[in-house]
C-alpha cells in the first residue's frame, strides 16, 4: 500500500516544477509575441495597465477631440471599440466659428445619439435667417414641417459644445481621453501604425492602433502625409459679442449683404449675440493700433441694421475683437492604410453658411455604418480598399454643402464688376419671392436636402432670372451683353468649385468602384 503522505508531498513538488515550467515558457511567449512593441508595464490609466510607449490595446486612435473627433470618440466607443484620443488642450475651446449647427446636423447630432450636448449650455433654436440688402430685408424659414418639433438649428458657444462632447465620450469605459502632442504617423512599409507623441509634462511616447483617424482642426500638421492640402484664404472673419441686444428676427441667423462683403449676426446664448465681419484677403486693419476699431465703425457700422448698431458701436468700445482667417481645401485624399482623415484637418469651406460641423457629422455617420460589418480592422490592406467607400459616400452632403458656400460667399460680395452686381441683386430678389424659390435654397444650406444637382439647378434658376430681368420690358445690346456676362460669371463661379469636389464622385457616385466595397 502506497504512503498517502509521500505520494501527496511528491505530487506538490511536482506540480510545483510544472507551474514554475509554465511561467518561464509563459513569459517568454510574451516577450516573443510582443517584440515590435514590448516594453515593461509601469503606470496605470484610467485603470488598465501602460507601457511605456503608450501602447494600450485599442483598436483604433483618434487624434484631435474637437466637434469630429469627439463625436467619432463617442460614436466608435458605443459601436464596441477600444478607442484612445489624444488632444492637444482638454481645456474648453474658446473660437469665433464652429457656433452655429444646421438642422441637417442636429439630425445626424440625433443619430448618433448626441442630442443631448446641446442642452445645459445655453443654445439657441434657429428656425432661418433673415437677409438684409440696401435697406430691404427678406426672412427665409427653415422648411421643418415634415420633421419632429425639436428638429431646428442651435447656435452655441463652440466650447461649451466641445466639452460637453468629450464628457460623454469619455464617459464610456472603453475610451480613453490623453492630453496630448502628437508630433507624427509611425509608418512601416506604407502602412500607418500609429502616432508618436508627447504628453503634457513632456514625454515622448507611441501608440499603436489598427487604424488611425486625424481629426487635428483646420491646422493640422498632420495632413500632408494622407491628403494634398489645396488650402485658400479667401477671407478673414472679424469676430465681436454683443451684449443684451435684441435682433429684429429673434431666433434667426442674419446676412447683411454689405460692401465690400457679407456680415453675420447670431445668438450664442441668451444674453449674447455673435458678430462676424467678413474682411476679404489675408490681411486685416492692426487691431492693437486702433485701425480695426476705425474700420469697424466707419465703414460696417453704417450697414448694420439701426436696431442692434448702439450695441455693435458699444462691442468694438469694449475692445475684445478677435479675428481668424477663413479657410477652403477641397477633400483630396490619398487612401492610406491604417490611416484616414476627417473634419477640417480634411475639407474645409468658406464658414458663410455654417457648414462645417454638419459635414462633419454626417462623415462619422458614413464612417459608423462602413465599420459596423467589420470587426477585425488588423488587415490594413483590405481595410484601406474597403474605406475608399469613405470618399465616395460622403461626397452628396459634403459636395453639396461645400460648393453652396464657396458658391454664395462669392455672389453675395460686392463687387464693381456690372454682371457680378446684377448676380448678386438676382440673388437676393430669387429668395426673396419665397415659395421653391427660397425653400430649395434654404433646404441645401440647412443639410435638409443635400442634392448636388438641386444646388446647380437653383443656382443657374438664380442667373436666369438675372437675365431675365434685365432683358425685360425692353432688351437692350447693352443689356443682352450684361446678361451674358452674367451668365458667364454663373458658370465662372460655381464650375471651379465643382471641378475641384470631383465631378463624377459628386454627381455619379455610383460609377466609383470604391462605392460598392464590402468587407472582407
Known amino acids: 500500500m502506497v504512503d498517502l503522505g509521500l505520494f501527496g508531498s511528491l505530487l506538490v513538488v511536482v506540480l510545483g516544477f510544472v507551474a514554475v515550467f509554465c511561467f518561464f515558457i509563459g513569459r517568454n511567449k510574451s516577450k516573443n509575441d510582443g517584440s515590435a512593441t514590448s516594453t515593461t ?12 510607449d503608450g501602447n494600450e490595446d485599442v483598436d483604433i486612435i483618434i487624434v484631435g477631440a ?3 473627433g469627439a463625436a467619432l470618440a463617442h460614436t466608435l466607443g458605443k459601436e464596441g471599440r477600444r478607442v484612445k484620443v489624444i488632444e492637444r488642450d482638454l481645456t474648453e475651446p474658446d473660437r469665433i466659428v464652429g457656433e452655429l449647427l444646421q438642422p441637417g446636423g442636429y439630425l445626424k447630432l440625433q443619430e448618433l445619439g448626441l442630442e443631448d450636448c446641446v442642452e445645459k449650455i445655453d443654445a439657441q433654436r434657429v428656425f432661418g435667417y433673415a437677409l438684409f440688402k440696401d435697406g430691404k430685408s427678406t426672412r427665409l424659414s427653415y422648411p421643418l414641417e415634415k420633421f419632429h418639433s425639436d428638429v431646428s438649428g442651435r447656435s452655441f458657444h463652440n466650447g461649451r459644445f466641445i466639452q460637453r462632447m468629450r464628457e460623454k465620450a469619455a464617459a464610456l469605459p472603453n475610451v480613453k481621453l490623453e492630453q496630448g502632442t502628437v508630433t507624427s504617423l509611425l509608418e512601416e512599409k506604407g502602412i500607418i501604425r500609429g502616432v508618436q507623441y508627447k504628453t503634457k509634462s513632456g514625454e515622448e511616447l507611441k501608440a499603436y492602433a489598427p487604424l488611425t ?29 454683443l451684449e443684451n441686444c ?24 441668451s444674453t449674447e449675440v455673435r458678430c462676424l465681419v467678413d474682411v476679404p484677403g489675408q490681411k486685416v486693419p492692426s487691431i492693437s493700433n486702433g485701425e480695426m476699431a476705425k474700420y469697424l465703425k466707419s465703414v460696417v457700422a453704417p450697414q448694420v441694421p439701426p436696431e442692434i448698431k448702439d450695441a455693435f458701436i458699444a462691442a468694438i468700445d469694449k475692445g475684445n475683437i478677435r479675428t481668424m482667417p477663413n479657410r477652403s481645401m477641397p477633400a483630396a485624399p490619398h487612401p492610406t492604410p491604417g490611416a484616414l482623415l476627417m473634419g477640417d484637418a480634411f475639407n474645409m469651406r468658406h464658414p458663410l453658411t455654417g457648414g462645417g460641423m454638419t459635414v462633419a457629422l454626417s462623415d462619422i455617420v458614413v464612417l459608423r455604418d462602413l465599420l459596423k460589418p ?19 459616400l460622403r461626397k452628396p452632403v459634403a459636395s453639396t454643402i461645400n460648393t453652396l458656400a464657396g458658391a454664395l460667399y462669392k455672389v453675395f460680395c460686392a463687387s464693381p464688376d456690372q454682371a457680378r452686381k446684377e448676380m448678386r441683386e438676382a440673388c437676393f430678389d430669387y ?23 438641386s444646388l446647380v439647378c437653383h443656382f443657374f434658376a438664380v442667373a436666369i432670372f438675372g437675365v431675365g430681368r434685365l432683358l425685360l420690358p425692353f432688351p437692350s445690346p447693352k443689356r443682352i451683353w450684361i446678361g451674358a456676362r452674367l451668365i458667364s460669371s454663373a458658370s465662372a463661379i460655381i464650375f471651379p468649385i465643382i471641378k475641384a469636389e470631383g465631378v463624377r464622385q459628386m454627381f455619379f457616385p455610383a460609377t466609383v468602384p470604391a462605392y460598392y466595397r464590402k468587407p472582407s
Request: hydrophobic letters at 35%; a negative charge; proline letters at 8%.
Open 246 to 269: 435684441q435682433l429684429p428676427h429673434e431666433n434667426h441667423g442674419h446676412v447683411i449683404l454689405a460692401d465690400p462683403s457679407p456680415i453675420l449676426f447670431y445668438p450664442i446664448s
Open 66 to 68: 474637437g466637434v469630429a
Open 213 to 241: 483617424v486625424v481629426c487635428d482642426g483646420c491646422f493640422s500638421n498632420l495632413r500632408r502625409t494622407l491628403c494634398d492640402p489645396k488650402v485658400e484664404v479667401p477671407s478673414c472673419f472679424v469676430g465681436l459679442v
Open 374 to 392: 467589420l470587426r477585425d480592422l488588423n488587415d490594413a490592406s483590405t481595410l484601406c480598399r474597403y474605406l475608399e467607400s469613405f470618399y465616395t
Open 431 to 453: 429668395l426673396s419671392l419665397g415659395g421653391v424659390f427660397s425653400e430649395g435654397p434654404v433646404s441645401l444650406l440647412s443639410g435638409l436636402n443635400p442634392r448636388p444637382l
Open 41 to 52: 508595464t509601469t503606470t496605470l490609466y484610467n485603470g488598465e495597465s501602460r507601457s511605456k
